[in-house]
């Protein structure tokens, strides 16, 4: 949204809110913990015990990681120029399917009888280190995909649209 400059007359920018700011901030997180946990993956297979745990190709499973990686990131950043359908591409990509994918794996093993427990039982480095990351990459989609629709963020978006944006 454009605003009048009173001393100029000529119109200025809107600022971007301040929860909308943390949302980008908050999708990168997000995908950089996604990153971080593909590495993870990629030394397990590659040094570790050598298995994916459910079948999948590394390679194919990581150039797949990759592409959604740059892609949401370029979606992210787009969220900063006022980009309605950006809020809603990866609000309903990453905010919904996303976090599906991250909690139907543990939500299955659940399901299928095992305890809480059993997963801090063989706990090492590693396992240790992408249980926090997952943590911290679930709490980040959660948290982002409520700023972007918080009511400033709301308003924000608005007055892009009525700019011609």
């Not at 119109?11 to 943390?22: G, H, I, R, S, Y």
């Not at 309605?84 to 994918?101: D, E, Q, Y």
């Not at 809480?116 to 982002?144: D, G, Q």
Request: glycine share 8%.
């Amino acid at each position: 949204m454009m605003t009048k400059n009173k001393d100029m007359n000529i119109a200025a920018p809107t600022p971007l809110p301040a929860f909308l700011k943390q949302a980008v901030t908050l999708w990168l997180v997000a995908i950089g913990a996604g990153v971080f946990e593909t590495l993870l993956v990629v030394a397990n297979v590659l040094w570790g015990d050598g298995n994916l745990a459910n079948g999948e190709s590394l390679n194919a499973g990581v150039a797949v990681r990759l592409v959604i990686f740059v892609a949401m990131t370029l979606v992210a950043l787009q969220l900063r120029l006022g980009k309605n359908w950006a809020r809603w591409t990866i609000g309903i990509l990453l905010g919904v399917f996303g976090l599906l994918s991250l909690v139907i794996q543990p939500l299955s093993w659940l399901m299928e009888g095992h305890a809480v427990s059993e997963a801090f039982a063989h706990l090492n480095l590693a396992s240790a280190a992408f249980m926090l990351s997952r943590a911290v990459h679930m709490l980040a989609v959660v948290a982002a995909t409520a700023l972007m629709f918080v009511p400033t963020s709301n308003t924000f978006f608005r007055a892009q649209k009525g700019s011609g944006q």
